[in-house]
């Protein structure tokens, strides 16, 4: 949770001087600068303490190209509430942070990015740039047309998709997953057993 008491303290004296009216308006249009070094203290809090590095979908891309690693890319929403509660909880876990790091390139993917993505000469651009919402159609290519958040997307070592696994997973849930594709157990074993043998 952000923390703005400094801010919160000086709001408070400045809102005793600012008494009459036109002085509140002055206020609330400073009242930005006031805040925005906690927010700034808050974000950078929040990033050095996530466990795992994370990428832009562009910069793993290219990395795969001479590392030839695995990449997983968490395709989320600033609105998703359980993609936050899998950022909180599952990707803080300990363990699964320890594994993804070690066997995959990991990228964060807003389906929202309004900005032009560029893959090997390919523009993917946000269906609706200049207004609210709109997703990015290199989101819609990860995820098959199929939005849902957050999703788990798996890419092999050649920059090919291997699939898009939907939802919310707690850490128990999502590590025999992770196993599952950087194994290649995959490649010749069924899910289901593979995931009831793992949980043996």
Known sequence: MMDYKYELRILHHLTAFFKTEKNTTVLFL???VFLMP????????????????????????????????KMFV???TDWCGWCKK????????????????????????????KDTIEIDGVKFTNTNPGGRGGTNKLAIEL??????????????????????VAGYMSASDFTPLLHFFAENAYKDKKWEE???AFKK
């Not at 700034?40 to 303490?49: C, D, F, P, T, V």
């Not at 803080?92 to 807003?110: E, G, R, S, T």
């Not at 995820?143 to 898009?164: C, H, W």
Request: hydrophobic share 35%.
């Open 30 to 32: 400073l009242l930005p």
């Open 38 to 69: 906690g927010m700034l203290k808050a974000q950078e809090k929040q990033e050095s303490n996530s466990i795992i590095k994370w990428y832009s979908f562009e910069d793993a891309y290219k990395m795969n190209k001479k590392k030839h690693k």
């Open 74 to 76: 968490d395709v989320f």
């Open 86 to 113: 899998m950022d909180k909880e599952t990707f803080q876990d300990p363990d699964v942070a320890k594994y993804m790091q070690k066997n995959f390139i990991c990228v964060k993917l807003n389906a929202e990015r």
């Open 143 to 164: 995820l098959r047309g199929k939005m849902s958040y957050p999703t788990s997307v798996f890419i092999d070592e050649n920059n090919q998709t291997i699939t898009a």
């Open 194 to 196: 593979y995931r009831a």
